[in-house]
T-cell receptor, first 113, second 116 residues
């Protein structure tokens, strides 16, 4: 049972434009959400996170938005750069301090120069 | 070390054989996690170690899977009598304390296991 879903397996965006990566979840008890970025042959690296008490968190070119009523979050990258091309995973925690993350299946972003 | 180190990076094994996967976490990280990613799937939680506490084994898919962490550092994930459905990338991560949610985990590059 996939509690965190990324319904778009891939996304292509022109360099300089905005990339929007979407994630939906089913468990209303999730307390914390994270985005990870993964290059081929490397492990995922932490990108940005958001607590369920917030609806937006921004870090440079990366902004995560959380819509709790819709159980939806999104990652915005603007402006997109070719080096952003990677697989992006959305992840969620059941409660603060919980032991494990629930991951989505990932979205492969390609930024076209 | 500077990062989470996993070995081997690739492992091909025959069905029915046992395999051991190793993870060397970041020095000073007390929490260690094992995940796996099967083809087309998200990362699946397997097991979690925190300090000297009993590990959270709730994600292990069968009793053929076991893991230990010696001296609070290096961890070994063992899969006995491997099956083809065990083929996946096995990822290890560590974090400072159990609050991986606060800092994000640091993942290793993974071990790609192929059972033939």
């Amino acid at each position: 049972d996939q509690q965190v879903k990324q319904n778009s397996p891939s996304l292509s965006v022109q360099e300089g434009r905005i990339s929007i990566l979407n994630c939906d979840y089913t468990n209303s008890m999730f307390d914390y959400f994270l985005w990870y970025k993964k290059y081929p042959a490397e492990g995922p690296t932490f990108l940005i996170s958001i607590s369920s008490i917030k609806d937006k968190n921004e870090d440079g070119r990366f902004t995560v938005f959380l819509n709790k009523s819709a159980k939806h979050l999104s990652l915005h990258i603007v402006p997109s750069q070719p080096g952003d091309s990677a697989v992006y995973f959305c992840a969620a925690l059941g409660k603060t301090g919980a032991n494990n993350l629930f991951f989505g299946t990932g979205t492969r972003l390609t930024v076209i120069p | 070390g500077a990062g989470v180190s996993q070995s081997p990076s690739n492992k091909v094994t025959e069905k029915g054989k046992d395999v051991e996967l190793r993870c060397d976490p970041i020095s000073g990280h007390t929490a260690l996690y094992w995940y796996r990613q099967s083809l087309g799937q998200g990362l699946e939680f397997l097991i979690y170690f925190q300090g000297n506490s009993a590990p959270d084994k709730s994600g292990l898919p069968s009793d053929r899977f076991s893991a230990e962490r010696t001296g609070g550092s290096v961890s070994t994930l063992t899969i006995q009598r491997t099956q083809q459905e065990d083929s996946a990338v096995y990822l290890c991560a560590s974090s400072f304390g159990g609050q991986g949610w606060n800092y994000g985990y640091t993942f290793g590059s993974g071990t790609r296991l192929t059972v033939v």
